[in-house]
Every structure is written in structure tokens, then in C-alpha cells.
T-cell receptor
Framework: GENVEQHPSTLSVQEGDSAVIKCTYS??????FPWYKQELGKRPQLIID?????GEKKDQRIAVTLNKTAKHFSLHITETQPEDSAVYFC??????????????FGKGTLLTVNP | DAGITQSPRHKVTETGTPVTLRCHQT?????MYWYRQDPGHGLRLIHY???????DKGEVSDGYSVSRSKTEDFLLTLESATSSQTSVYFC???????????FGDGTRLSIL
């Protein structure tokens, strides 16, 4: 089955700096890659996603890049703010539906933005 | 998300007792999932459903069973709870086909 590795497990940055979180996946058939943000005691919430026919996607201060050849994708947060502090999860899935449609998650990155 | 309700939100019970967690959705999503979240392990899939009465195992299914008798509801049952099943349980739903999953607010389960 799919395996997703996420690095680093913890990341501390100063407010205003950029943060980058990287994930690798094992199955070249994977074609959908969402990123979730989870604040302490809350549910994971989708912040951005990318599909395999796209190399990069941006939404304000957040961007995701995908390198299918190397089987890795990254989350970039620019101009970080204290409210960006949370655990971030990457995930990967394959297929368009059917009986086997599921996400495999990385173990998460705890991002701390210091004021 | 407003369309996914988990119950109960908190539960404390004793080893050996049966426990059922409920996930109710109003989104009419085909897929429903149960995850557990533990420190250092991220989100691990327990079971999922791809339609009414259609379910399959995830990576940590031992000791758990599920049922889905209608689109809106997905039940997770611990037949005989053990302390290792103390965790936070999240339900998620999705439409499949490269669409995101959306999570409920979670159930914090403590087994003493």
C-alpha cells in the first residue's frame, strides 16, 4: 500500500519567515495530495490540495508544489504569523473512486511561529 | 464541518465493555471513514465505507467493527474495549474521485 513520509516532525520559525514542510510518497499511481491544518484540540481542516496534473498551486500565503518524478510534494507558507502555529498533515491517494478510495497521511509536522 | 456530527464527544469507560461511536453526515457523501489519532502516529485509518453496507478495513482495524445501514450514519464499535484503544477518534466523509475528506470534531475516548 501507499506510504507517506513527512519531514520535519517539528519546525520553529520567527514571525514573518517562511516555512517549508516536505512529504514523499511511495506509489506512483497516487494522484491527489491534500494538506490539512490541525489546531490544538480541533479537527483537521483542509487548507490546500493539488492533483497530479498540476505542478504548483497557490492560495494567498500558502503554496503547494508537486514533483511526480521524484514522488514528493511540499507545503510552503510565506510571511508566517502566530496563528499559523498548528500541526500540518500531508496525505496522498490514488484512483478516482471505487471501493479503494482512501487517504494515507503523513505523521504530521508541529509548526511553531514565534512572535 | 457543519455537516458531520460525532457522538459522543467524550467518553470514559472500563476495559472489557462494548463501546459504539456514531458519525452522522448531512452531506450525502458516498465515502465515510474512521480514524484514530495518537501522539507520534498521525491519523491512522481504522475502517471505511464506500456505500451503504459496503465497508473495508484500514491499517489498524483489529478490535474494531463498523456498520453502515444508511448513507448518513457510520458506526464504529469496540466489542470489548482495551486500554490500547484510548485515543481520539475522527470521522471523515468525502465524495471520492480526487475530492477532499472533511472531518468531524472528534470523540475523545478513555478506557480505564
Amino acid at each position: 500500500g501507499e506510504n507517506v513520509e513527512q519531514h520535519p516532525s517539528t519546525l520553529s520559525v520567527q514571525e514573518g519567515d517562511s516555512a517549508v514542510i516536505k512529504c514523499t510518497y511511495s506509489d506512483s499511481a497516487s494522484n491527489y495530495f491534500p494538506w490539512y491544518k490541525q489546531e490544538l484540540g480541533k479537527r483537521p481542516q483542509l487548507i490546500i490540495d493539488i492533483r497530479s496534473n498540476v505542478g504548483e498551486k497557490k492560495d494567498q500565503r500558502i503554496a503547494v508544489t508537486l514533483n511526480k518524478t521524484a514522488k514528493h510534494f511540499s507545503l510552503h507558507i510565506t510571511e508566517t504569523q502566530p496563528e499559523d502555529s498548528a500541526v500540518y498533515f500531508c496525505a496522498a491517494s490514488m484512483g478516482s473512486g471505487g471501493s479503494n478510495y482512501k487517504l494515507t497521511f503523513g505523521k504530521g509536522t508541529l509548526l511553531t511561529v514565534n512572535p | 464541518d457543519a455537516g458531520i456530527t460525532q457522538s459522543p464527544r467524550h467518553k470514559v469507560t472500563e476495559t472489557g465493555t462494548p463501546v459504539t461511536l456514531r458519525c452522522h453526515q448531512t452531506e450525502n457523501h458516498r465515502y465515510m471513514y474512521w480514524y484514530r489519532q495518537d501522539p507520534g502516529h498521525g491519523l491512522r485509518l481504522i475502517h471505511y465505507s464506500y456505500g451503504v453496507k459496503d465497508t473495508d478495513k484500514g491499517e489498524v482495524s483489529d478490535g474494531y467493527s463498523v456498520s453502515r445501514s444508511k448513507t448518513e450514519d457510520f458506526l464504529l464499535t469496540l466489542e470489548s474495549a482495551t486500554s490500547s484503544q484510548t485515543s481520539v477518534y475522527f470521522c471523515a466523509t468525502g465524495q471520492g474521485g480526487g475530492q477532499p475528506q472533511h472531518f468531524g470534531d472528534g470523540t475523545r475516548l478513555s478506557i480505564l
